[in-house]
């Protein structure tokens, strides 16, 4: 099994930037990527967006639309944590943010991630 714990999350002013972190621990040499998603509040049964994921062999990153260019995902493995640095954050970036992690090639890439947080709440006021 593996573990992730998220933190950072808050309330910032629009313009404003987060450093979301998302710790690791378990199992963690079985997961192959990570990735982080969210969801906006008032839609409970509405699927998770995805924000970023991060492979590690190749390292490769990818971004939704929406964030590319302003938020940036890293890995520090020395201390397994994964991170997302939001800048230039707007009121529509407000949602509980999840970092989750993927075993597999194939469940990144459908973005099926095995494991999730518990999430942290972003909130951006105007």
């Known amino acids: 099994q593996v573990q992730l714990t998220e933190s950072g999350g808050g309330l910032v002013q629009a313009g404003g930037s987060l450093r979301l972190s998302c710790a690791t621990s378990?199992?963690?040499?079985?997961?192959?990527?990570m990735g982080w998603f969210r969801q906006a509040p008032g839609t409970p049964g509405k699927e998770r967006d995805f924000?970023?994921?991060?492979?590690?062999?190749?390292?490769?990153?990818d971004y939704a639309d929406s964030v590319r260019g302003r938020f940036t995902i890293s890995m520090n493995h020395v201390k397994n944590t994964v991170y997302l640095a939001m800048n230039q954050l707007n009121p529509a970036a407000t949602a509980h943010y999840y970092c989750?992690?993927?075993?597999?090639?194939?469940?990144?890439?459908?973005?099926?991630?095995?494991?999730w947080g518990q999430g942290t709440q972003v909130t951006v006021s105007s």
């Open positions: 989750a992690a993927a075993s597999s090639l194939a469940e990144h890439i459908k973005r099926e991630y095995d494991y």
């Open positions: 378990g199992r963690t040499s079985h997961t192959i990527a």
């Open positions: 924000v970023a994921s991060i492979v590690w062999r190749p390292c490769t990153t």
